[in-house]
């Protein structure tokens, strides 16, 4: 039997630290009205029981910007459809890159990694706005689930040798995670340094997305 793809540690997988919860906004509306019949902290134990005090004041203000986003999350919740939604996006805001675009951004990366730099998800936030707007592809939000699909699209992963060190889930945070090195798996894609490479592998899949 062959071996199969080598760990990145010796412990297998770890449990994770960091999980997004999301919420239908009709929960969201739900919530804000028994926080304004009970005291702050009834409501937080009653429907987020067990959590630390660092994450018992993250949900603390998430309980307040819901109370902010009423009139707006009561009037979403007129629609059964959009009562069930966990997001809403506005529907002016753009949410992919045109493909020269996000050809511009594999290129920088590259450049940044030939000089050893290492790139934060910021930074390739505030990088793919400003392309967009070259683009005159505006507004663009460059969301968490934009830069997921455009690290997978492009075979873009972190090196073994920084998994080892639990650098393996490098979208969590836009403001804090840091992506210490890109690496472009070179299996039917190579450097990604040229636009014949990105479009040669641009159209198949790797299992060896972290």
């Known amino acids: 039997m062959p071996p199969g793809r080598r760990r990145n540690t010796g412990n297998g997988d770890k449990e994770l630290k960091h999980a997004r919860t999301c919420f239908s906004n009709s929960r969201k509306v739900e919530t804000v009205l028994y926080f304004e019949n009970h005291h702050v902290n009834e409501p937080l134990e009653k429907l987020f029981s067990g959590l630390d005090d660092h994450a018992r004041e993250q949900k603390r203000k998430l309980l307040n910007q819901w109370r902010k986003e009423r009139e707006k999350l009561t009037q979403l919740c007129a629609t059964p459809r959009l009562a069930r939604l966990k997001y809403v996006r506005s529907s002016n805001y753009a949410t992919i890159l045109p493909a020269d675009a996000e050809r511009e951004l594999v290129q920088w990366i590259n450049t940044l990694r030939k000089d050893g730099a290492p790139v934060s ?3 390739l936030e505030l990088q793919a706005k400003e392309t967009a707007t070259d ?23 972190i090196p073994d040798e920084y998994a080892d060190f639990g650098v ?13 090195e890109f690496h472009v798996l070179d299996a039917n894609v190579g ?8 479009e040669s592998g641009e159209d198949q899949e790797s299992d060896e997305w972290l």
Request: net charge neutral; charged share 25%.
């Open 121 to 123: 998800a910021k930074m």
């Open 135 to 157: 683009y005159h592809v505006s507004p663009f939000m460059a969301s968490w689930h934009w830069r997921k699909g455009f690290m997978k699209r492009h075979r873009l992963s």
């Open 168 to 180: 393996n889930d490098v979208l969590d945070d836009a403001t804090v995670t840091l992506w210490s």
């Open 191 to 198: 450097d990604l340094s040229s636009a014949d490479d990105l």
